[in-house]
């Protein structure tokens, strides 16, 4: 089992006025428990889909827990690989981009433009969004 935390701002009308240490105890505790694997969703305070409050504390989180740590939120390729090479986290998680690209490592291995998501067919039932793009 994960578990996913939204420590930079508000979320379903949550937040904490001082999350550090908060968020600090959380991932401890869950390390201590051996749970899988922990996501942490942190837009950036110029986020594209949600606003962090303060800049992502993955950086000062990632000692905390043990497991496996994966960011999420308005990463693209650049910003993953070099929160990868800086150690803040072992995965990225991409959600938009692979809406729109569901050959997305393929387009980012080889530097193929990616197509942009249409927030208007993300939960249709129908072929609009997921199978209609472009490839």
Excluded: C
């Excluded at 949600?50 to 905390?64: F, H, N, Q, S, T």
């Excluded at 249409?118 to 199978?131: A, H, K, S």
Aim: charged share 25%; proline share 10%.
């Amino acid at each position: 089992m994960g578990v996913r935390l939204s420590p930079n701002g508000e979320t379903q009308g949550v937040r904490d006025s001082d999350p550090l240490p908060l968020f600090t105890k959380a991932l401890e505790t869950l390390s201590e428990i051996g749970i899988a694997h922990v996501e942490l969703r942190e837009p950036p305070v110029d986020g594209t889909f949600g606003v962090g409050e303060i800049d992502p504390l993955a950086r000062y989180l990632r000692p905390a827990f043990k497991g496996p740590l994966i960011l999420n939120s308005d990463f693209d390729a650049t910003r993953a690989q070099a929160e990868l090479d800086a150690g803040i986290g072992d995965a990225v998680a991409f959600g938009r981009p692979f809406i729109a690209n569901p050959d997305f490592p393929r387009r980012v291995a080889e530097g193929l433009p990616l197509a942009q998501d249409d927030p208007q067919t993300w939960f249709t039932q129908g072929t609009e969004g997921y199978l209609d793009y472009t490839n």
